[in-house]
């Protein structure tokens, strides 16, 4: 079954260091991938997408994602955390154009410290 | 702003109701999807309306249903209000073709069902 995981609950960082949210995916094939981050009570904001190409993907607010292939990652990052990054962080995968049936991971809460 | 619209934001029903929520998705957007969030998870996929089709479904009964109609509306009905259907309700929309595309999501409709 396609599954899209994301091994880390809740993280905590202090305002400036750097972040890094893990995603690994379960899919037959190398899927479309995307990063979404949510405040309370609120929707989904779209950071990046990695569809095909580079492997280093640039988003919104600073942040970056790198596709690894062989490790079935697709990891977020961002070199220097503010406050207001502080939000919950969904990764995501459908299997094509075509498709659009997103699989979510379950969240990873960020806290930042000031 | 994602030009996607939820309506109402806040729903309160008994169980047993039925209830229908209401989204407005992008001008020229052909696929409006649907996803429940409870609390605490990652959205999980209802179904998927392609040109006013349904053309994809997830683990959801069948008192879940839609439509999708020419002008960019769509609608989610329940039937039979469970406890368990308290959630947030997310509508995405998006333009599907061959390169592939991403959801733009709205803000939600949040549901509690007493």
């Known amino acids: 079954a396609q599954s899209v995981t994301q091994p880390d609950i809740h993280i905590t960082v202090s305002e400036g260091a750097s972040l890094e949210l893990r995603c690994n995916y379960s899919y037959g094939a190398t899927p479309y991938l995307f990063w979404y981050v949510q405040s309370p009570g609120q929707g989904l904001q779209l950071l990046l997408k990695y569809f095909s190409g580079d492997t280093l993907v640039q988003g919104i607010k600073g942040f970056e994602a790198e596709f690894k292939r062989s490790q079935s990652s697709f990891n977020l990052r961002k070199p220097s955390v503010h406050w207001s990054d502080a939000a919950e962080y969904f990764c995501?995968?459908?299997?094509?154009?075509?498709?659009?049936?997103?699989?979510f991971g379950k969240g990873t809460k960020l806290s930042v410290i000031p | 702003e994602t030009g996607v619209t939820q309506s109402p934001t806040h729903l309160i029903k008994t169980r047993g109701q039925q209830v229908t929520l209401r989204c407005s998705s992008q001008s020229g957007h052909n696929t409006v999807s649907w996803y429940q969030q409870a609390l605490g998870q990652g959205p999980q996929f209802i179904f998927q309306y392609y040109r006013e089709e349904e053309n994809g479904r997830g683990n959801f009964p069948p008192r879940f249903s839609g439509l999708q109609f020419p002008n960019y509306s769509s609608e989610l009905n329940v039937n039979a209000l469970e406890l368990d259907d308290s959630a947030l309700y997310l509508c995405a929309s998006s333009l599907v073709d061959e390169s592939g595309t991403e959801a733009f999501f709205g803000q939600g409709t949040r549901l509690t069902v007493v």
């Open positions: 995501a995968a459908h299997s094509g154009a075509g498709s659009y049936q997103l699989t």
